[in-house]
C-alpha cells in the first residue's frame, strides 16, 4: 500500500523549531518529487516546500524561504521539513504529497493524509 504519513507536529512558541517527517512507505522516494503544503483554519492549502527526487533540488515558497529547509534520507526513505523562526501564522496542518517539478516551480499531485498539527503561540 502506497502511503505517506506525516509527524512531528506539535506546540511551539513564536521564534522556535520543529522538524516535521513525511515516511513512506509502499514506494521509494526515489521515484516523485515531494512537496509539503499546509492549511491553516478556513484558509485554502498552500504549497510551500517541494524537493526533487532526481538532483535535491529544493523549491519554497516566499511565505518560508529563509525559515524553513526541505531535505531527504533515501536510507530511511523520508522526507523532512525543518522550520525555524517559527512565527503564529505558520500555524496549520501540514502534509506531503507527490509532486512534480514544472519549470522552475512544482506541482503537487494526488491526496494527502492525516497531517500534523502545528501551533505556533505569540
Known amino acids: 500500500q502506497v502511503q505517506l504519513v506525516e509527524s512531528g507536529g506539535g506546540l511551539v512558541q513564536s521564534g522556535g523549531s520543529l522538524r516535521l517527517s513525511c515516511a513512506a512507505s509502499g514506494f521509494t522516494l526515489d521515484y516523485y518529487a515531494i512537496e509539503w503544503l499546509r492549511q491553516a483554519p478556513g484558509k485554502e492549502h498552500e504549497a510551500i516546500s517541494c524537493i526533487s527526487n532526481k538532483d535535491g533540488s529544493t523549491y519554497y515558497a516566499d511565505s518560508v524561504k529563509g525559515r524553513f529547509t526541505i531535505s531527504r534520507d533515501k536510507a530511511k526513505n523520508t522526507v523532512y521539513l525543518q522550520m525555524n523562526s517559527l512565527k503564529p501564522e505558520d500555524t496549520a496542518v501540514y502534509y506531503c504529497?507527490?509532486?512534480?517539478?514544472?519549470?522552475?516551480?512544482?506541482?503537487?499531485?494526488?491526496?494527502w493524509g492525516q497531517g500534523t498539527q502545528v501551533t505556533v503561540s505569540s
Open positions: 504529497r507527490p509532486a512534480l517539478i514544472v519549470g522552475s516551480s512544482w506541482e503537487g499531485f494526488g491526496s
